[in-house]
C-alpha cells in the first residue's frame, strides 16, 4: 500500500494495469482507519492498493469528481479503476468481497 501526494500521482497510479483502489480518508476518520488498516491489506495481493489524505490534496478531489461524477461529501471514498478505466466509487466502510466483486 502506497501514500499518493497530489493529482499527478492518482492519475498515474489510476493508469496502472490491472484492479487498482484509492483510499481517500481524513486521518480523523475512524471508519477510514479500519478500511486501510484491516480491510485494504486483506486485497492487496488481488488489487493494487493506495491512499490519499483527502483534506491535503483537494486536487484529487476534483479528480474524484471528474471520474464518478460525484463530489466528495464524507469519507472513506474508494475508488475503483482496472486498466486505466473507472470502475466503481464506493462511499463509507465497505469488505473485501463488495471490493473484489466491483471489479
Not at 47 to 65: C, M, N, R, S
Not at 94 to 101: F, P, S
Request: charged letters at 25%; hydrophobic letters at 35%.
Amino acid at each position: 500500500m502506497i501514500e499518493l501526494q497530489g493529482k499527478e500521482a492518482y492519475v498515474d497510479f489510476t493508469q496502472q494495469e490491472g484492479k487498482n483502489a484509492i483510499e481517500i480518508y481524513s486521518p480523523q476518520c475512524g471508519p477510514c482507519k479500519v478500511l486501510k488498516q484491516q480491510v485494504l491489506p486483506e486485497v492487496e495481493n488481488e488489487v493494487h492498493v493506495a491512499t490519499v489524505d483527502g483534506t491535503k490534496y483537494f486536487d484529487v478531489l476534483d479528480e474524484v469528481k471528474k471520474d464518478s461524477g460525484e463530489i466528495v461529501t464524507g469519507v472513506p471514498v474508494l475508488m475503483l479503476y482496472s486498466n486505466g478505466s473507472f470502475v466503481k466509487r464506493i462511499n463509507g466502510l465497505t469488505d473485501k468481497e463488495n471490493i473484489l466483486n466491483s471489479f
